[in-house]
């Protein structure tokens, strides 16, 4: 279960994957994940409406280094010929498209976009058809269960996705209405995976090296997507990679804890820039003592700083004091 998996014709070296994360996965939290251990991420969704319109904003969403491939581009958009259109302008930036059919925020739906789309599937076919059309790059679909609970699309979206030519499909089973209440119901994972051909990549509730092993094994997916999990703690990765490999995961020392938010701190910096970099920081910081003793006054004490090096000092102190 550590070994490749192939989504098209990209060879991806391991089945653990960082999912999209709107205003998370940009560039620095991406190199993190992958230096932990994840063989593909993505970005943050993009929307076509902004490709199709030149925005820079949502060009720069798309910004990646070598060391940041094989790079999933997730476009999110209701318009089957938008969102062929913006395949065709990202065929160059990375090397997997992905559309969004998930995301539950009221902004998103309101559009027609995100998980709407599990509403219609008839409209999902026109969609992946014409995407299909648009590109050769290896192409995938990320869904939710359903609109509402007992109104179950996913299988329906799954069998057409395949039909029309996806090269894999990533469900995180809850629907639209739960957002993120309650559980994951990985059984729905179970029966995707059984009722379809194509790749199935499990999302949901993966939050420790174990979760990721027993979404495998309950689930017989062929991949995951670690999101949540993946916050203040890349070490997931090389973790489940290990228990996948019938290993002992082995967590993080203090020094690394501490390398690795220097790390991001610097990745921040080179990508983003002083200002934005620190604000950032506050945010990961928090996540990256979470549990830890000391951390709520060093959160509080991080969220006073203004300056980069008055920040390293009191990482020097928290993680190695
Ligand atoms: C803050 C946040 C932002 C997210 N943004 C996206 C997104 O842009 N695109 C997407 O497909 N899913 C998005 N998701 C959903 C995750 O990719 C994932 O499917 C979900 O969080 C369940 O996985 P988890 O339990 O491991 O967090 C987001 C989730 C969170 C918490």
């Not at 050769?136 to 679909?141: C, D, R, S």
């Not at 002083?274 to 004490?301: D, I, N, T």
Request: glycine share 10%.
């Amino acid at each position: 279960m550590q070994n490749s998996v192939a989504i098209g014709y990209l060879t991806l070296r391991n089945r653990v994957f960082l999912a999209p994360m709107a205003g998370i996965t940009n560039l620095p939290m991406r190199i993190i994940a992958r230096e932990g251990g994840a063989s593909l991420t993505f970005t943050e969704m993009v929307s076509v409406n902004g490709l199709t319109r030149e925005g820079r904003k949502s060009f720069d969403l798309l910004k990646t280094t070598p060391q940041d491939r094989p790079i999933g581009m997730q476009l999110f958009g209701d318009e089957p010929e938008m969102l062929a259109e913006a395949a065709r302008l990202v065929e160059g930036y990375g090397e997997l498209i992905d559309i969004n059919m998930g995301c539950p925020v009221k902004k998103v739906v309101g559009t027609g976009a995100g998980s709407a789309l599990m509403k219609d599937p008839a409209k999902v076919g026109r969609i992946i058809r014409c995407v299909r059309k648009a590109t050769a790059l290896p192409f995938t679909v990320k869904i939710r269960t359903g609109w509402v609970c007992g109104d179950d699309t996913y299988l329906e979206v799954g069998r057409i996705a395949q039909e029309e030519g996806c090269d894999a499909i990533t469900l995180h089973p809850r629907s639209r209405a739960q957002m993120f209440e309650g559980k994951a119901n990985w059984a729905k994972l179970a029966e995707l995976k059984s009722a379809l051909k194509i790749p199935v990549i499990g999302s949901g509730d993966l939050f420790s090296a174990d979760d990721v092993v027993r979404m495998m094994r309950e689930t017989g997916c062929d991949a995951v997507m670690v999101a949540r999990g993946a916050m203040g703690n890349p070490w997931l990765f090389r973790e489940a990679l290990a228990l996948l490999g019938g290993e002992v995961p082995v967590p993080p020392t203090v020094a690394e804890r501490l390398a690795v938010a220097r790390r991001h701190f610097e990745l921040f910096n080179e990508f983003e820039g002083g200002r934005v970099a620190l604000m950032e920081m506050r945010k990961h910081l928090a996540w990256y003592s979470k549990g830890l003793p000391g951390a709520a006054q060093f959160r509080a004490a991080v969220n006073r700083i203004e300056h980069a090096a008055e920040l390293v000092g009191a990482m020097e102190e928290f993680f190695d004091g």
